[in-house]
């Protein structure tokens, strides 16, 4: 595991990378508000949706699938759904052979449709940190009256998540060091055993990085750091480049909505 | 030749060029010293005689190629010691970290008491077996650190700045340590008295390459090379201090 993959951020200059990230931040939000209040089985709308993504994506350098294969992570997620194939009222497709469930066509399109809605919506998310740095999104989010807490919640997760795969790393590799066998011994250790180790592992994992926030905490109050001080935040005016972008963006919301619905 | 290096290339991901065309053979036996600036490359180097980075070109510990399927037998042989003490401890207690190694490798639990108490006397720490390992001082993880690979019965010992933090007492029972245990040993470090005193080869690395490898009583006399690459000849630093 290596810290940079954890930052989704392509490092990329195309003209999507250069739009005003307050403009990136509330388009995400409206398209994704848009997305979730399309109606089931808007066939059409969601593939207009999945269209305008990848050319985004496309314009954005990305290429095609880079959005499509990221977003998959969120279909473990959409399984607990899956009640609704049964319970939406319907025209019955197949009874299960036990108890009483009854799969119906208004449900199966209900659960194929929020499949559809989470993963489109997880695309538009990760195009958004895909093409914006993570402290011009916090800047963003300032800019746009966040209320600093939340901010700060946001980056120190961001900030933590690095200790803990960095100190993750550190621990296997310290143990894959020493991972010997000797030519003419069974070696490895009992199952038991290992799992021992393992178990004793995680235990460090949570005890180091805990210290080791405490240390990252204690050498930002070291430099002046104070969670009360708001810091006076300059924000750019929007061009023109980023006004256009966004008059285009409510217009495919606009046509999205009207596929959708009519 | 127990190790052999051969036209050793390395880059980390990010681009950065770390170790550039190293070749170098140390026979059975030798004691060597690793010397050279910070971000030499000595670290980067160490790392790859077990196999944790590869790079391109050869390493071979005792005519065995160091590649996936000969990892763990070459681990068994080449005893690394990370420059990082928290990089080598991974177990709650001391007693545990020390016995992993004997234990992976199939040894019996009495086999593997045997070996630690031993590996943590060599280090003077044996009272130290049921502390938390997260918990002890630099210096004292540093000795521990040693004696996670001694416990295995290594031929290579291979360390990365062992003496680094060490008080003065702890440092002399690591020199004297070193220089009885009658292993191959390649050693990194900056403290130019304890090569003078235990290692009669010296290899002097600076950006990624070999600049000099032969006998330390000679290079240690070529002040200007040694000032080149960031080195003190250790005469002059006692006449300071
Ligand atoms: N994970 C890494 N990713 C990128 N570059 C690295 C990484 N680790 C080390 N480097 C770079 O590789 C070069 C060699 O580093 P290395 O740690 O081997 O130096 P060293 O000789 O051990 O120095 P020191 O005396 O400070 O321990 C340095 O320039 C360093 O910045
Ligand atoms: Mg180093």
């Not at chain 2, 970290?97 to 280090?123: I, K, Y």
């Not at chain 2, 000795?143 to 290594?154: D, F, G, K, Q």
Request: hydrophobic share 45%.
């Amino acid at each position: 595991m290596h810290p940079t993959l954890l930052d989704r951020y392509q490092l990329k200059n195309s003209s999507i990378h250069r739009l005003d990230p307050r403009l990136k931040v509330v388009v995400t939000i409206f398209f994704i508000i848009s997305n979730v209040s399309l109606p089931d089985g808007a066939w059409g709308a969601f593939l207009l949706a999945w269209g305008v993504i990848l050319s985004v994506s496309f314009m954005a350098l990305l290429g095609i699938s880079y959005t499509a294969k990221r977003a998959m992570i969120v279909l473990p997620f959409t399984l607990t759904a899956v009640t609704i194939i049964f319970t939406m009222p319907g025209n019955s497709l197949l009874t299960l052979p036990f108890g009483s469930y009854e799969l119906t066509d208004a449900g199966l399109m209900r659960f194929v449709s929020i499949i559809i809605r989470s993963w489109l919506s997880l695309q538009m998310a990760i195009l958004l940190t895909a093409t914006t740095s993570f402290v011009d999104l916090m800047h963003a989010l300032r800019c746009l009256y966040v209320p600093q807490t939340i901010i700060e919640i946001v980056s120190f997760m961001y900030r933590y998540l690095f200790v803990l795969t960095d100190e993750t790393t550190r621990l296997l590799r310290a143990r894959e060091s020493r991972m010997a066998a000797l030519p003419d011994r069974k070696g490895g250790g009992s199952l038991m055993w290992r799992a021992r180790v393992a178990g004793h592992m995680v235990g460090q994992l949570f005890l180091r990085s805990y210290e080791r926030a405490d240390r990252v905490y204690n050498a930002m109050l070291a430099r002046g750091y104070n969670s009360q001080l708001s810091h006076p935040v300059a924000c750019p005016f929007m061009r023109s480049q980023d006004w256009t972008s966004g008059a285009v963006a409510v217009a495919i919301l606009f046509l999205l909505q009207i596929v959708g619905r009519f | 030749m127990t190790l052999n290096i051969n036209k050793l290339n390395f880059s980390y991901p990010d681009g950065h060029v770390a170790l550039k065309n190293i070749s170098l053979r140390i026979g059975r036996g030798e004691k060597v010293a690793l010397v050279g600036p910070n971000g030499a490359g000595k670290s980067t180097l160490l790392l790859h005689l077990n196999g944790l980075l590869v790079g391109q070109g050869e390493v071979k510990i005792n005519g065995f190629a160091v590649t996936k399927s000969n990892l763990p037998l070459i681990r068994a042989k080449v005893g690394l010691v990370f420059q990082n003490p928290d990089d080598q401890l991974f177990s709650p207690t001391v007693f545990e970290d020390v016995a992993f190694g004997p234990l992976h490798m199939g040894l019996s639990e009495s086999e593997t008491l045997t070996c630690v108490q031993r590996a943590l006397s060599q280090v003077d720490m044996s009272h130290y077996a049921d502390r938390m390992s997260y918990h002890l001082s630099i210096g004292e993880k540093k000795r521990i650190s040693i004696a996670t690979v001694l416990s295995m019965n290594p031929e290579i010992l291979v360390l990365d700045e062992p003496s680094a933090g060490l008080d003065p007492r702890a440092r002399r029972t690591l020199i004297t340590l070193l220089r009885n245990l009658p292993l191959t040993m390649l050693v990194s470090t900056h403290d130019m008295l304890m090569v003078r005193e235990n290692f009669p080869r010296m290899i002097i690395m600076d950006e990624g390459q070999v600049i000099a490898d032969g006998a330390t009583e000679s290079l240690m006399n070529d002040i200007a090379l040694l000032e080149a690459h960031g080195l003190e000849r250790p005469f002059d630093v006692e006449s300071k201090a």
